[in-house]
């Protein structure tokens, strides 16, 4: 077996696609009390202007401890992140921001390590975040394993941050995106989102990136990979990755057929025609390539407007999509309708009242509780 073809863990008959593995439990790295408080005074909170002025300059540690804030569920730090946010959102926007996604397994990383280095190596600064659905559950997540992407990791252009771990799906995806405009105010021009293939995720990600990128595996029928025919419509370029090795035809193969799926998708109002290629992100070959026809896709949505539509339409999307969540937040944790829930919900199990019914109970009360 050669090097390469020992990462085509696809080929293996019991591989499945769609395992997500769980994360590590990371141990305290301080166990000590009286060192943790010393830890947390020494974490105090800093003026506004430092943050802005430290995040514009490209200052690393000052935009981590931005995002820190940002994700934090502390309503001091909130506080502190939304004056942030404002601050350095009339310079933020200037990047190209590519949602990847694919299952674990599929070289998601590496990929990314690959095109990131290739960016690095031209001058270009790199910011990588990731939307993990799994981390709210394990703590320690496969997107943050600091295991993975190694090289970026170290270079000065690149910044990584991994997924914040707490709350929903859109609680995570929201906080990815204010990250977006700090990373960008830092000066980041190439935003890379990183998510599983597997859930949700992949549409909190396309609402909040310009390109989408599927990467998938030959051979692997898409039903074992669990990508749904939704996402691949969502797709402005397929990339069949580990096209090396005893993998390089069937690749060929899984181009052609995918180029014909996606010639059936309805027309996209980018005007885009979405690409199949294949490519090696383990031995770097076809990267450039891709990162092409994102250039080519910059293009063209700049010059026929879409680029900017666009985002404008995802400003939006995000601002009613923060009303809902606040609203329902709002409206559960209530004590009164906490209490009241119950009880109503008992009456529905019981046949008692109809659900319309007791929801629209429930809502009338809550608007008179204000
Ligand atoms: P992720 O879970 O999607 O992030 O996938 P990883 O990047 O961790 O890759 C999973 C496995 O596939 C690792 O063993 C990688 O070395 C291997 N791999 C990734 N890209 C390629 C490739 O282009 N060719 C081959 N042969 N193996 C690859």
Redesign the pocket.
């Known amino acids: 077996m050669s090097e390469?073809?020992?990462?085509?863990?696809e080929n293996d008959p019991q591989f499945k696609g769609l395992n997500v593995n769980s994360g590590v439990e990371q141990p305290e790295t301080v166990n000590n009390d009286s060192v943790k408080r010393f830890l947390q005074k020494k974490r105090k909170l800093l003026p506004v202007e430092e943050y802005v002025n430290g995040i514009l300059k490209g200052d690393i540690t000052l935009l981590s401890k931005a995002v820190t804030l940002v994700e934090s569920s502390k309503a001091e730090h909130q506080q502190l992140a939304q004056q942030i946010i404002k601050a350095c959102l009339p310079h933020s926007g200037n990047s190209v921001r590519v949602g990847i996604t694919?299952?674990?397994?599929?070289?998601?990383?590496?990929?990314?390590?690959a095109l990131g280095k290739l960016l690095t190596s031209r001058g270009e600064k790199l910011a990588v975040l990731a939307i993990d659905p799994s981390s709210e559950r394990t703590k320690g997540s496969?997107l943050g394993d600091k295991t993975?992407m190694e090289e970026l990791a170290s270079d000065k252009l690149a910044y990584i941050r991994p997924s914040p771990s707490a709350g929903s799906l859109g609680g995570v995806a929201r906080k990815t995106r204010e990250t977006i405009i700090l990373c960008e105010a830092a000066g980041y021009t190439n935003i890379f989102i990183?998510t599983?293939g597997v859930g949700q995720s992949e549409t909190a990600v396309h609402s909040m990136t310009d390109f989408f990128l599927l990467?998938m595996l030959a051979g692997a029928g898409d039903e074992l990979q669990g990508i749904k025919r939704g996402i691949m419509e969502m797709a402005d370029l397929i990339a069949i990755?580990?096209?090396?090795?005893n993998?390089v035809e069937k690749a060929e193969m899984a181009k052609v057929q995918y180029k014909n799926a996606i010639h059936l998708f309805p027309k996209k109002d980018s005007d885009w025609e979405p690409n199949v290629l294949s490519?090696?992100?383990?031995?770097k070959?076809g990267i450039e390539d891709i990162w092409g026809q994102i250039e080519n896709y910059k293009k063209l949505t700049k010059g026929n407007d879409y680029f900017v539509r666009k985002r404008n339409e995802q400003a939006t999307y995000w601002m009613h999509e923060t009303i809902q969540e606040q609203l329902k937040r709002n409206f559960y944790d209530h004590p009164e309708i906490k209490a009241q829930l119950q009880v109503l919900e008992n009456y529905v199990l019981a046949d008692k009242m109809s659900s319309f019914v007791a929801a629209g109970e429930l809502l009338d009360r809550y608007s008179k509780l204000k």
């Open positions: 390469t073809d020992k990462h085509h863990i694919g299952v674990p397994g599929v070289g998601k990383s590496t990929f990314i390590e496969i993975r990183e599983v990467l990755n580990k096209a090396d090795g993998n490519c090696s992100a383990y031995n070959v």
